[in-house]
Every structure is written in C-alpha cells, then in structure tokens.
C-alpha cells in the first residue's frame, strides 16, 4: 500500500533560516504529491502540489520537486518567517486500485520560528 | 462560498454515549471523505464516499458509520463512544483524484 515518511519534528529555526522537510513515498502508479500546512487550531490548507514527475510546486516562498527517481517531494523555503510556524504534513493520492482520491498522510513536522 | 463545514467545533462525550459529527460542502464535489488526528499518527481516513448512495471504509472504520444522502452532506456517527476515540475530527472534499482536498476546521471530541 502506499506511505509517506517525512522527518521527524519539531524543527526550531530562527527567522531568515533556510527550511528543508524531507518526505520520501512508496505508492504504485503515478501518485500526486501533496504538502499541507495547519496553523495553530485551525485545519488543514493545501500549501502546493505537484501531479507528475519533475513538476514544481510552489506558494508563499516555499516549494517542492517530485523526484520520482528518489521517491522524494521535499519541502524547502529560502527564507523562513515567525508568521510560517505551523505543522507541515506531506501527503500523496492516486493510485492503480481502489480509491484514487483518498490522502495518504506523513506524520507531520512540526516547525517553530523563532526572531 | 463557505467550503467545508463542521459541526461541532468541541464535544464532550461520556463512555457509550452516541453523537453524530455534522460536515457539509457547498462546492458541489462528489469526493468527500472523514479523517481523525491523533498527536504522532498524522492524519487516517475513517470513512469516504464517491458519491451520493456510495460509501466506503477507509483505514480505521470500527466504530464508526456514514451516509451520504445528498452531493452535500456526509455526517459521521459514533455509535457508542469510547476513549479510543478521542480525537480532532476532519472533513475534506474534492473534485478529482489529483486535485487538491478541502478541509473543514474540525471537531474536536473527548470521550471521558
């Protein structure tokens, strides 16, 4: 079945740091990749996305290559702020059976800016 | 357009007792689907259905039941509650395989 495994928490970075979150996968197929952030009591909000090989994604700053090569979808901003402390959660969909639409979730990483 | 929304935000149960978790969507997706999260474990699915009429079991069903009566609405019901299953309760909903999935703000349960 699939899996995703993203590094283990918590992450403590002073602002202007430079943020790496690794997530590595195993699914069947061709899966799209995911990064969710949730802020602070609040749900989750898609922060990028990617749905083939190779592709970029990016928002706010931060972005992610699928390597499909690597099995990897690793999270990188250049240049963290207070204001991006939250739990970052990897996650993928779509797969060659069952149910294509159901996320399958990393267990989170929790990051904590400092200033 | 409100998204996806829950009901309640917080709910204190006693041992056996039996609750329902409200969720709708107003964006016509056909995909919705229930997640509970626990501190270390992430995000699991519980139950999702493709459709109105069709459901199906995710990952941690016991305990749990859905319908799906309208494109709108997938409620969640608790038959008989268990510390087990406290938890922060997560309603998503989506278009399509690849794209991108919806969540509600959440309900969050303890079971005493």
């Known amino acids: 079945g699939n899996s995703v495994t993203q590094m283990e928490g918590p992450v403590t970075l002073s602002e202007e740091a430079f943020l790496t979150i690794n997530c590595t996968y195993t699914?069947?197929?061709?899966?799209?990749l995911f990064w969710y952030v949730q802020y602070p009591g609040e749900g989750l909000q898609l922060l990028l996305k990617?749905?083939?090989?190779?592709d970029k994604g990016s928002n706010k700053g931060f972005e992610a290559t699928y390597r499909k090569e690597t099995t990897s979808f690793h999270l990188e901003k250049g240049s963290v702020q207070v204001s991006d402390s939250a739990v970052y959660f990897c996650a993928l969909s779509g797969n060659s059976g069952g149910s294509n639409y159901k996320l399958t979730f990393g267990k989170g990483t929790l990051l904590t800016v400092n200033p | 357009n409100a998204g996806v929304t829950q009901t309640p935000k917080f709910q204190v149960l006693k041992t056996g007792q039996s609750m329902t978790l409200q969720c709708a969507q107003d964006?016509?997706?056909?995909?919705m689907s229930w997640y509970r999260q626990d501190p270390g474990m992430g995000l699991r699915l519980i139950h999702y259905s493709v459709g109105a009429g069709i459901t199906d079991q995710g990952e941690v069903p016991n305990g749990y039941n859905v319908s799906r009566s309208t494109t709108e609405d997938f409620p969640l019901r608790l038959l008989s509650a268990a510390p087990s299953q406290t938890s922060v309760y997560f309603c998503?909903?989506?278009?399509?395989?690849?794209?991108?999935?919806?969540f509600g703000p959440g309900t969050r349960l303890l079971v005493l």
């Open positions: 990617a749905t083939k090989a190779d």
């Open positions: 964006m016509n997706h056909e995909y």
């Open positions: 699914a069947t197929g061709y899966p799209s």
């Open positions: 998503a909903s989506t278009t399509g395989q690849k794209e991108t999935q919806y």
